[in-house]
């Protein structure tokens, strides 16, 4: 029971400590390097390019069907120096050279198979530049080799490609002779050099004796025909100067003569334009005149042309104006006849506007005779006692006295009034009699 419940707990372990081992040993190979990984059964170089990439697991050598051992190596130019390089010429002169050679690793996994890093393959490629070196300064003399440095570069370069295959490297560039320099104890290259300072002093002041000379000479030479050329340029000058002087006498002679008659010319000349000024001036004058009367003619005719034509248009529109103020008053005065004579057209011609018209005069005339009822009825101090069933009705039959209907029935009212005792009597104080006589006026007393 115990062991089921621990079984989880020891996957759980097992899983964290696989997942820290995997990020412990996971190695990303950087862009100018290329591992080379040994496993059991195989070579596989990781990197930039290669077909494996450029991540893997290094577990530890020791961990059994997983480990794997690894070299380093760079896939970018390196250089490669030697240093004071005691070599030989031909005659067993002994001499120093410093010589610089730039290789790159062309095939990693030969290369893993030579060495086992990068230094190692540094030091197996610097004994091989030492072999070539010697063998190529070996094969010529000291003079040469000072000279032609380029030349035994390339010849370097050459003498190494072959070995540089078999260890999967190859040149990038040709190798070159820094420097070359005397071993100790020895004078041979000073001493060439000397010989070769003072043959090149030699060279060099004779070829300056010579420019000398050569200069000398030559200022010699220059002088004499600058004199001679000095002495013909003041022969020729003064030839020169008397041709020029003859030649200015007679040209200033020619000149003075050619002046005088230029000058009667131009006298003539200048008198003969005066004279066609004049003329001008003359003529000028004339035509102004003649061109001001016509002018002036012109002028006197334009302005009465301008005096009678301004008063004709005067007068037109006095008449134009005329005319159109009769013709506006006519038509002010047609205005309200037309208006009248149009209103009365529509009025015969439209019967319902004409009951319209009627109903409205109607209406006026009850509002009149109404107004003058009601005033007469305030006047006379009638009061209407109201038989009927409604006030209204006897209201209306009040109305009717000032009608002429209320006229006759008021007339045969009196009449009958007047048949009985007490109507004579009344009407007798009213001064009316039924024959029509007035009354006696009652005496005082009765």
């Known amino acids: 029971m115990n062991l089921l419940l621990l079984l989880p707990l020891l996957l759980v ?18 862009t100018n390097t290329v591992h080379i990984v040994q496993s059991r059964t195989k070579t596989t170089p990781y990197g930039t390019q290669q077909g494996e990439g450029n991540v893997y697991y290094q577990w530890p050598s020791w961990v059994p069907g997983l480990g794997v051992t690894v070299i380093e190596l760079p896939v970018s130019n390196f250089d490669l120096s030697l240093k004071d390089y005691e070599a030989y010429d031909k005659d067993r002169v ?47 003399v000291i003079d040469s080799i000072m000279l032609e440095r380029s030349k035994f570069g390339d010849e370097f370069t050459k003498e190494v490609a072959e070995q540089l295959k078999e260890w999967g490297v190859r040149s990038v560039k040709s190798m070159e002779l820094m420097d070359i320099r005397d071993a100790h104890d020895s ?17 060099s002041r004779t070829e300056v004796a010579k420019n000398t000379k050569a200069a000398e000479t030559a200022e010699i030479e220059s002088r004499e025909a600058v004199d001679i050329r000095k002495q013909v340029a003041e022969e020729a000058v003064g030839k020169r100067t008397a041709e020029k002087e003859r030649t200015v006498g007679i040209a200033n002679q020619q000149s003075r003569q050619e002046v005088l008659a230029q000058e009667k010319v131009t006298q003539e000349r200048d ?85 319209y018209l009627a ?18 009825l305030q006047k006379a101090e009638v009061k209407v006692i109201a038989n009927t069933g409604h006030p209204t009705a006897g209201a209306r039959d009040v109305m009717d006295l000032f009608t002429s209907k209320g006229g006759t029935d008021l007339a045969a009212m009196v009449e009958g009034f007047a048949q009985t005792p007490l109507g004579q009597a009344t009407l007798s104080k009213l001064g009316v009699t039924t024959n029509g006589h007035s009354p006696e006026a009652p005496k005082a007393g009765k």
């Not at 400590?17 to 040993?25: N, Q």
């Open 187 to 203: 004078k041979v290259i000073s001493n060439i050099m000397a010989k070769k300072t003072s043959h090149i002093e030699m060279e």
């Open 13 to 30: 372990v097992v899983a964290v400590a696989g997942l820290l081992a995997a990020v412990m040993f996971r190695r990303v190979v950087s």
């Open 359 to 376: 109903m409205i005069e109607a209406v006026k005339a009850y509002l009149t005779v109404g107004s003058k009822q009601a005033e007469a």
């Open 94 to 140: 002994p001499f120093k050279v410093d010589v610089t050679a730039f290789f790159r690793i062309e095939n990693t996994a030969l290369a893993a198979q030579r060495v086992s890093n990068i230094k190692e393959l540094e030091e197996q490629l610097s004994l091989i530049v030492q072999g070539a070196v010697r063998k190529v300064l070996a094969s010529d």
């Open 271 to 355: 008198m003969e334009v005066k004279r066609v000024q004049q003329v001008k001036m003359a003529e000028i004058t004339k035509e102004q005149q003649v061109v001001a009367a016509e002018q002036e003619k012109e002028t006197m005719v334009i302005k009465a042309e301008g005096g009678l034509e301004a008063q004709r248009k005067e007068a037109e529109g006095v008449k134009v104006l005329g005319e159109a103020k009769a013709d506006a008053e006519k038509a002010m005065q047609m205005a309200p006849v037309q208006a009248q004579i149009a209103l009365a057209q529509e009025i015969g011609e439209n019967e319902g506007y004409q009951k």
